[in-house]
């Protein structure tokens, strides 16, 4: 799988709008699927179905603490996002430098 096809993976696995709540709460603390359905409006089977979404288009990570999985951002799969918005990035700050000059080029 390329690095673009793990973004859009990622993407769209943050395209939904509950799904994107239960990744900001892990983000802000890693937490169980108990610790989560307490703090959101979705039900713990609703919860772990997203974070097993999450977990598939690598994003989220578990670990075993105790008799719980706690849930974790991986930053590999945010990695592949940023990789894929890099390339944006440096066609924008070219266009921008590029504007630059040109206003400059028009001063003198």
């Known amino acids: 799988m390329t690095y673009t096809s793990h973004a859009l993976k990622a993407l769209t696995a943050l395209g939904d709008p509950t799904r994107r709540l239960v990744f900001e709460r892990v983000a802000a603390h890693p937490s169980s699927v108990g610790e989560l359905a307490q703090r959101l409006p979705v039900s ?21 603490e105790g008799t719980r999985r706690v849930y974790y951002i991986d930053p590999h799969g945010l990695g592949a996002i940023r990789k894929w918005l890099d390339q944006f990035w440096d066609v924008a700050l070219e266009a921008y430098a590029e504007e630059v000059k040109q206003t400059e080029d028009k001063r003198r």
């Open 44 to 64: 713990r089977p609703a919860v772990s179905q997203h974070l097993r979404v999450l977990k598939d288009a690598g994003l989220v990570g578990d670990r075993p």
